[in-house]
């Protein structure tokens, strides 16, 4: 027997139900605000994330599917979709000349990592972009698009955490004074983080060893060190949150994992997902594009995982079997010919159903019925088709009617 690879799943229907609920709710949500797909390879060249996500992470370091192909090209499986899209950008220009583009995706990401609840080596992620604007509006607006989709798929007990971490002048002061902090924890830090202390201390701040976090927890705050251009950013996006009516809390500890980040960054999170807090998040971008060789663009985006939201709506109880309009029963090969007949007429008029073709007990039948969420079942044997009848059945509330073939239809089956 062969088995899938670990980590990564198969999507069976009581998932792919809940995937599908989600996936339609994004993309209404970014119609209404105005973002189109964009659909990227799932390989890429190394470059790409090592350039845009930073040698020092976790990501590059680690937990990146990286190979040689035969013709000695070094690519990867992408890890996250903000450095594709970034890609994609700078290399199809086809909005002559127009730097604004309001860009969305969907698809899988790879990593290898432990998996754990809401977190796998295969997972999807959806995300959304917006290059070619600086203002602060933009990024609460992005925000405010993040919660109209988890209000929609009825996610609660979600928090919007919001942070700055300044300009790229700003972080360098701070790293400095970051660095003279942890200097002092030194000896208490996990191994990574000692050797994150001369790549990227900020990294530290994003550890989740418990010594590595209460040596966090004493260090001194990027938000406390902004120049003022960022900290003017900073106070503009809370007052447009605050105008849309969006909650949030400003938690000066949020980081973000990429090193692409600079100003505003922010996650959502919850408290019931194990370990793992964060339902998705993103931030301002504005140096990634130029630093991949494309012109100067600011840019903000944010992505979410699929998975995690379909374990937090299994928590809450979220609906996940099938629901069909109809199932057919047809009793004898006479009543099966009509049967199909009338399921494709049914069809027609936009109903979902499925005509049982096994011949199986009418016991198990009933069974399957409810399994696949049927609201009625239609039996038709001999008698009824010489009868032109049908016994209905509402499987919700049990009653049974004879009802005439010809009147079966979506008015009767309401």
Excluded at 41 to 58: N, V
Aim: glycine share 8%; hydrophobic share 40%; with cysteine.
């Amino acid at each position: 027997m062969i088995n899938r690879i670990r980590g990564m799943n198969d999507i069976l229907p009581s998932d792919s139900i809940l995937w599908n609920r989600i996936e339609a709710a994004f993309r209404q949500s970014v119609a209404l605000y105005g973002f189109y797909e964009v659909k990227t390879p799932i390989l890429e060249e190394t470059a790409l994330f090592t350039r845009s996500i930073g040698d020092a992470t976790e990501i590059v370091e680690k937990e990146m599917y990286t190979f040689e192909d035969k013709g000695g090209h070094n690519l990867s499986l992408r890890p996250e979709g903000t450095a594709s899209m970034v890609r994609a950008y700078i290399e199809n220009p086809e909005t002559d000349g127009e730097p604004i583009a309001r860009w969305f995706y969907f698809g899988p990401m790879y990593r290898y990592e432990r998996p754990q609840k809401g977190r796998y080596r295969e997972f999807y992620q959806f995300g959304a972009e917006a290059f070619g604007v600086a203002a602060p509006e933009q990024d609460a607006e992005l925000m405010a698009m993040a919660v109209h989709f988890l209000n929609d798929i009825g996610l609660k007990d979600v928090t919007l955490k919001l942070n700055s971490l300044g300009d790229s002048s700003d972080r360098e002061i701070y790293k400095e004074k970051l660095l003279a902090h942890l200097r002092g924890y030194e000896n208490e830090l996990c191994e990574d983080c000692k050797r994150r202390m001369t790549t990227n201390p900020l990294r530290v701040l994003d550890c989740k060893q418990e010594a590595c976090i209460a040596a966090a927890s004493k260090a001194p705050l990027i938000i406390d060190n902004l120049g003022e251009e960022a900290k003017t950013h900073f106070e503009k996006v809370k007052h447009t949150l605050d105008s849309l009516g969006i909650k949030y809390v400003v938690d000066p500890h949020i980081v973000r994992g990429l090193d692409y980040y600079n100003r505003s960054a922010f996650e959502f999170i919850t408290e019931n997902l194990g370990a793992q807090k964060a339902v998705g998040g993103g931030g301002r971008y504005d140096a990634l594009v130029e630093q991949l060789g494309g012109p100067a663009t600011p840019a903000v985006g944010f992505a979410m995982g699929v998975e995690r939201l379909i374990a937090l709506l299994k928590d809450q109880g979220a609906q996940s079997l099938p629901s069909l309009d109809f199932f057919v029963i047809p009793m004898g090969d006479a009543a099966l010919e009509y049967s199909m007949k009338l399921g494709a007429r049914l069809r027609s008029e936009g109903l979902s159903g499925e005509v049982d073709c096994s011949g199986r007990r009418l016991k198990n039948l009933f069974k399957r019925a409810e399994r696949i969420g049927a609201r009625y079942t239609i039996i038709i044997g001999e008698q009824e088709l010489a009868e032109g009848t049908a016994n209905v059945k509402n499987m919700e509330t049990k009653e049974q009617q004879r009802v005439s073939l010809d009147m079966l239809s979506k008015e009767t089956l309401k």
